[in-house]
Protein backbone atom coordinates (compact mmCIF):
# COMPACT_ATOMS: atom_id res chain seq x y z
CA UNK A 1 0.00 0.00 0.00
CA UNK A 2 2.86 1.97 -0.07
CA UNK A 3 3.66 4.82 -2.59
CA UNK A 4 6.76 7.05 -3.77
CA UNK A 5 6.38 9.24 -5.94
CA UNK A 6 9.63 11.39 -7.61
CA UNK A 7 9.37 15.01 -8.81
CA UNK A 8 11.98 17.59 -9.82
CA UNK A 9 13.62 16.21 -12.74
CA UNK A 10 14.51 17.72 -15.97
CA UNK A 11 17.02 19.86 -18.42
CA UNK A 12 19.50 21.95 -16.97
CA UNK A 13 22.81 23.26 -17.81
CA UNK A 14 25.90 21.45 -16.51
CA UNK A 15 27.14 23.29 -13.57
CA UNK A 16 23.33 24.00 -12.64
CA UNK A 17 21.19 22.86 -9.64
CA UNK A 18 17.84 20.84 -9.30
CA UNK A 19 16.33 19.41 -6.64
CA UNK A 20 14.18 16.78 -6.60
CA UNK A 21 11.24 15.53 -3.96
CA UNK A 22 9.61 12.04 -3.27
CA UNK A 23 6.12 12.17 -1.02
CA UNK A 24 5.24 8.63 0.53
CA UNK A 25 1.97 7.59 1.01
CA UNK A 26 0.26 4.48 2.35
CA UNK A 27 -0.70 3.05 5.69
CA UNK A 28 1.24 1.64 8.22
CA UNK A 29 4.66 3.50 7.18
CA UNK A 30 7.87 2.85 9.26
CA UNK A 31 11.11 4.07 7.01
CA UNK A 32 14.18 3.60 8.90
CA UNK A 33 15.98 4.40 6.07
CA UNK A 34 15.29 6.48 2.57
CA UNK A 35 17.85 6.82 -0.43
CA UNK A 36 18.45 7.98 -3.77
CA UNK A 37 19.55 5.50 -6.39
CA UNK A 38 19.87 6.33 -10.04
CA UNK A 39 19.78 3.96 -13.14
CA UNK A 40 20.30 4.18 -16.44
CA UNK A 41 18.83 1.37 -18.56
CA UNK A 42 20.70 -1.53 -19.21
CA UNK A 43 22.87 -0.66 -16.19
CA UNK A 44 22.67 -1.85 -12.75
CA UNK A 45 21.12 0.37 -10.18
CA UNK A 46 23.45 3.15 -8.58
CA UNK A 47 23.55 3.95 -4.94
CA UNK A 48 23.37 7.50 -4.66
CA UNK A 49 22.77 9.05 -1.13
CA UNK A 50 21.29 7.87 2.01
CA UNK A 51 19.26 9.29 5.19
CA UNK A 52 18.48 7.61 8.75
CA UNK A 53 14.66 8.00 10.35
CA UNK A 54 16.14 10.54 12.24
CA UNK A 55 18.59 12.25 9.96
CA UNK A 56 21.37 11.68 12.30
CA UNK A 57 23.52 9.43 9.57
CA UNK A 58 23.79 10.38 6.06
CA UNK A 59 26.00 8.54 3.51
CA UNK A 60 27.19 9.55 -0.09
CA UNK A 61 28.64 7.94 -2.91
CA UNK A 62 31.99 9.30 -3.70
CA UNK A 63 30.80 10.91 -7.36
CA UNK A 64 28.20 13.22 -5.24
CA UNK A 65 29.60 13.97 -2.12
CA UNK A 66 30.12 17.49 -1.51
CA UNK A 67 28.17 17.98 -4.67
CA UNK A 68 24.32 16.61 -3.94
CA UNK A 69 22.60 16.56 -0.55
CA UNK A 70 19.49 14.57 1.11
CA UNK A 71 17.38 15.54 3.63
CA UNK A 72 13.63 14.45 4.91
CA UNK A 73 11.06 15.56 6.37
CA UNK A 74 8.98 13.45 8.62
CA UNK A 75 6.38 15.58 8.80
CA UNK A 76 5.47 16.04 5.05
CA UNK A 77 6.48 12.49 4.50
CA UNK A 78 8.61 13.55 2.27
CA UNK A 79 12.63 13.47 0.66
CA UNK A 80 14.43 15.05 -0.51
CA UNK A 81 17.81 15.39 -3.11
CA UNK A 82 19.47 18.80 -3.19
CA UNK A 83 21.94 18.98 -6.36
CA UNK A 84 24.43 21.40 -7.17
CA UNK A 85 27.14 21.67 -9.84
CA UNK A 86 25.75 19.04 -11.93
CA UNK A 87 27.72 17.35 -14.79
CA UNK A 88 26.93 15.52 -17.80
CA UNK A 89 27.54 12.21 -15.85
CA UNK A 90 24.54 13.20 -13.77
CA UNK A 91 22.09 12.53 -16.64
CA UNK A 92 19.91 9.36 -15.81
CA UNK A 93 16.78 8.50 -14.00
CA UNK A 94 17.04 8.96 -10.03
CA UNK A 95 14.56 6.71 -7.83
CA UNK A 96 14.03 7.19 -4.36
CA UNK A 97 13.53 4.00 -1.83
CA UNK A 98 12.56 3.52 1.67
CA UNK A 99 13.03 0.66 3.65
CA UNK A 100 11.25 -0.62 6.96
CA UNK A 101 14.15 -2.17 8.11
CA UNK A 102 15.84 -0.89 11.34
CA UNK A 103 19.26 -1.98 9.77
CA UNK A 104 21.03 0.42 7.72
CA UNK A 105 24.44 -1.83 7.39
CA UNK A 106 22.68 -2.01 3.43
CA UNK A 107 21.83 1.00 3.09
CA UNK A 108 23.86 1.23 -0.64
CA UNK A 109 22.22 -2.01 -1.86
CA UNK A 110 18.97 -1.94 -3.57
CA UNK A 111 17.95 -5.06 -1.77
CA UNK A 112 17.72 -3.35 1.44
CA UNK A 113 14.45 -1.48 0.17
CA UNK A 114 11.19 -2.61 -0.10
CA UNK A 115 9.65 0.47 -2.07
CA UNK A 116 10.67 2.48 -4.77
CA UNK A 117 9.37 5.42 -6.67
CA UNK A 118 8.81 5.33 -10.53
CA UNK A 119 11.73 7.68 -11.02
CA UNK A 120 12.23 11.16 -12.57
CA UNK A 121 14.82 11.77 -15.26
CA UNK A 122 17.60 14.54 -14.88
CA UNK A 123 19.32 15.40 -17.89
CA UNK A 124 22.49 17.87 -17.54
CA UNK A 125 23.72 18.86 -21.30
CA UNK A 126 25.23 22.01 -23.12
Known amino acids: QVQLVESGGGLVQPGDSLRLSCVVS????????MSWFRQTPGHEREFVTA????????YHAEAVRGRFTISRDNDKKTLYLQMNSLKPGDTTVYYCAASTRSDNSLYYKPRAYGHWGQGTQVTVSS
Open 26 to 33: GFRVLSYV
Open 51 to 58: ISLNGANR
